[in-house]
Nanobody, 122 residues
Framework: QVQLVESGGGLVQAGGSLKLSCAAS????????MGWFRQSPGKEREFVAA??????IVAGSVKGRFRISRDNAKNTVYLQMNSLKIEDTAVYYC?????????????????WGQGTQVTVSS
């Protein structure tokens, strides 16, 4: 059973930074694509970034501010968030699926974490 546990969320002022982590277990981490999504109240889940052994991609709305990375030795994927804006406030979810593709849609992922809250204040 694949388990994903996010951490690193919190309250930060606009312009600040946070680094989210997602620790994975129960699978061969290096062979899995990992993604970050976010969801705000009243809004649909939104793709943020994804990474696999074949590459990575970041959504246009956060490009230049967010960076996704992974440490296969630690079975962990990270989301470095800089220059945070109030509209980045959301619950951030980590997701995983087997393979080298870099999926952009949530329904392409098989496993999800419980989410971590990120709140950006003015």
């Amino acid at each position: 059973q694949v388990q994903l546990v996010e951490s690193g969320g919190g309250l930060v002022q606009a312009g600040g930074s946070l680094k989210l982590s997602c620790a994975a277990s129960g699978h061969t981490f290096s062979s899995y694509a990992m993604g970050w999504f976010r969801q705000s109240p009243g809004k649909e889940r939104e793709f943020v970034a994804a990474i696999s052994w074949s590459g990575s991609i970041v959504a246009g709305s956060v490009k230049g501010r967010f960076r996704i990375s992974r440490d296969n030795a630690k079975n962990t994927v990270y989301l470095q968030m800089n220059s945070l804006k109030i509209e980045d406030t959301a619950v951030y979810y980590c997701a995983a699926r087997s393979g080298g593709a870099v999926p952009l849609r949530g329904d392409e992922y098989d496993y999800w974490g419980q989410g971590t809250q990120v709140t950006v204040s003015s």
